[in-house]
C-alpha cells in the first residue's frame, strides 16, 4: 500500500515563508505523479491550489507556489498571512490511481 | 461558472448502501473525469475512485474495491457514487470533485453519510 507523508504541522510568522513537502513511499516523487496541492479550512470543502507540480488556478493567490524539492512535491507560501492558516493536502498520481497526503495543519503565528 | 452541486445528508444502517449524486454544471460534463474523496471526522481526505464522463472507465482504490460503484448519467451531467456494506466507520463527508487531465480542481461541497444503528 501506497504511502504519502506530509509534515504533520508547521508554524510560520505573518510574513513570512514555508515550504510544505510531501514524500512517496515508492521514491522520488517526479513531475509524472502529477502532484496536486490543497487547501482547507475548517468546515468547507477543499480547494484547488496547484496541479501538476507547479501550476496554478485562475484563483490561487500568487504567494502559494508548486515544485519538486530533494525528491519530493514542494508548496511554498511568500508572505504569509493569517488567512492561509489551515491544512494542506498533497494528492500523487500512481497507475490509474490517487493518493493524498496525511495533510499538514499550517499554523500562523 | 463550473459547479459541483451534491445531494443532500444521509443517514444509513450499517449493512445497507448510500448512492450520492453530484450533478455538474458550467463545463463540458463528458470531456473530464470526476473523482470521489471521503473525509471522516477528524481526519485526512481518502481518494475513493474516479470515472471518466467521456466514456465510462472507472478506477477504484484498492481499500473500496468491490464495495464501491462510479456511475455517470450524460444526460443529466451526474455523476453518482454508491457504496454498499456500510459500516460505522464509514461516516465521513463524501465529496466529488472534476478529475481532468491530472487536475483535480473543483469540488462539490460534500455528502455528509452517518452510518448509525
Known amino acids: 500500500q501506497t504511502v504519502v507523508t506530509q509534515e504533520p504541522s508547521l508554524t510560520v510568522s505573518p510574513g513570512g515563508t514555508v515550504t510544505l513537502t510531501c514524500a512517496s513511499s515508492t521514491g522520488a516523487v517526479t513531475s509524472g505523479s502529477y502532484p496536486n496541492w490543497f487547501q482547507q479550512k475548517p468546515g468547507q470543502a477543499p480547494r484547488s491550489l496547484i496541479y501538476t507540480t507547479n501550476n496554478k488556478h485562475s484563483w490561487t493567490p500568487a504567494r502559494f507556489s508548486g515544485s519538486l524539492l530533494g525528491g519530493k512535491a514542494a508548496l511554498t507560501l511568500s508572505g504569509v498571512r493569517p488567512e492561509d492558516e489551515a491544512d494542506y493536502y498533497c494528492?500523487?498520481?500512481?497507475?490509474?490511481?490517487?493518493?493524498f497526503g496525511g495533510g499538514t495543519k499550517l499554523t500562523v503565528l | 461558472q463550473v459547479q459541483l452541486v451534491q445531494s443532500g445528508a444521509e443517514v444509513k444502517k450499517p449493512g445497507t448502501s448510500v448512492k450520492v449524486s453530484c450533478k455538474a454544471s458550467?463545463?463540458?460534463?463528458?470531456?473530464?473525469?470526476i473523482s470521489w474523496v471521503r473525509q471522516a471526522p477528524g481526519q485526512g481526505l481518502e481518494w475513493m475512485g474516479w470515472i471518466s464522463a467521456y466514456n465510462g472507465d472507472t478506477h477504484y482504490a484498492q481499500n473500496f474495491q468491490g464495495r464501491v460503484t462510479v456511475t455517470t448519467d450524460t444526460s443529466t451531467s451526474t455523476a453518482y457514487m454508491e457504496l454498499r456494506s456500510l459500516r460505522s466507520d464509514d461516516t465521513a463527508i463524501y465529496y466529488c470533485?472534476?478529475?481532468?487531465?491530472?487536475?483535480?480542481?473543483?469540488w462539490g461541497q460534500g455528502t455528509t453519510v452517518t452510518v448509525s444503528s
Open positions: 458550467g463545463y463540458t460534463f463528458t470531456m473530464s473525469g
Open positions: 494528492l500523487l498520481y500512481y497507475s490509474n490511481t490517487w493518493v
Open positions: 470533485a472534476k478529475d481532468y487531465d491530472y487536475n483535480v480542481d473543483v
